[in-house]
């Protein structure tokens, strides 16, 4: 979990709870944990809104709302992998999907005019400079 994924995460829990703070990061190869507390006169609704915020910065995270035990208090825990996992996780999520197979399809049809056009005016230069000679 790099220092802007971190930052973010605590951006989006300050606009609910100005007290709130970071209690522990975990960083692996893999993945990374991310222990988000708030203060403790929080309510639990405003506990609930800053968790569905979160899932909406982070939507290919996993985030949970974890009960510590020893303080009583509400914890999120936003647990990320690397970028690139990211990448194949929603690509693999929108793979089979119709609007993802439109775009592929259209993408190949721009690619295929765009190429076609480049190759006319490529022609075309070729034509004109034979003929000035």
């Known amino acids: 979990m790099d220092s802007d994924e971190t930052n973010c995460a605590i951006e989006v829990l300050r606009r609910f709870d100005s007290n709130a703070r970071i ?11 991310l222990k988000l507390s708030f203060s403790s006169e929080c309510p639990a609704t405003v506990q609930l809104d800053a968790l569905a915020a979160l899932r909406v910065a982070f939507p290919l995270s996993t985030l949970s709302a974890v009960e510590n035990h ?16 990211r990448r194949r996780q929603a690509i693999a999520l929108f793979r089979d999907h119709k ?14 005019l765009s190429f076609t056009a480049w190759t006319c005016l490529m022609h075309e230069a070729h034509t004109a400079i034979r003929l000035v000679n």
């Open 23 to 33: 209690s522990g990061v975990l960083n692996t190869d893999s993945s990374g944990l």
């Open 70 to 85: 020893a303080t009583g208090h509400t914890e999120l825990q936003l647990l990320t992998t690397p970028i690139c996992g």
């Open 99 to 112: 609007v993802f197979r439109i775009l592929r399809l259209m993408a190949k049809i721009c690619f295929g």
